[in-house]
């Protein structure tokens, strides 16, 4: 798998409150099924109900998709369920932790909000990937900062990583965080909150193709 293809397409995370135990392993295969390239595990609550072997399992049909596991926030756990990687935010660890925990090869992520200066930094001390967010009004994290199109602009100039971009993203808005120079787009309800998770991922997946078409056509 090329750095391209790792980190290009749908990223799809995970919610408690969307995705129950007794069925977050047949969404997230409905997800990956419909193109996703990432799934991210995130779960807020202090008692986590699913099992090391879920995600065992998790990991398996990320692995039958050639797709990438990662785990946010909790670096330990990562680590017990040799996830492909990490996604940290500002009150996590640092990613020079992560990556002495996790070795070389593990895929690091790390949000960066609305601060370009922060995305740089990250860059430099060797983040896998930018994530930045949220662009729209977002159910998940209504208070976030917002963050708009032009800095996705900004770090595609300066910045040779590739860009995340998060936050109330659907199939209606997310092209325009394309074109503006997103490699992933990150979602919840877009896809877990859909009555057909396997439609809703095809279409936020085909997003990616129809903005690869317009630039031929230029």
Known sequence: MTDTDRFQGLYAITDSRLCPSDRILQQVESALTGGARIIQYRDKRQERADSAEQLGEMLKLCERANALLIINDDIELALATKAHGVHLGREDATLSEARERLGPTAVIGVSCYNRLELAREAAEKGADYIAFGRFFPSRTKPNAVSA???????????????????????????????????????????????????????????????????????
Not at 164 to 178: T, Y
Not at 194 to 206: F, T, Y
Request: glycine share 8%; proline share 4%.
């Open 148 to 218: 708009d199109p032009a800095l996705l602009r900004s770090a595609r100039e300066t910045i040779r990583k590739p860009l995340v971009a998060i936050g109330g993203i659907s199939h209606e808005n997310g092209a325009q965080l394309i074109a503006a120079g997103a490699d992933m787009l990150a979602v919840i309800e877009a896809v877990f909150g859909q009555p057909d998770i396997v439609a809703a991922s095809r279409r936020l997946s085909a997003l990616f193709s129809s903005q690869e078409n317009n630039n031929e056509s230029f």
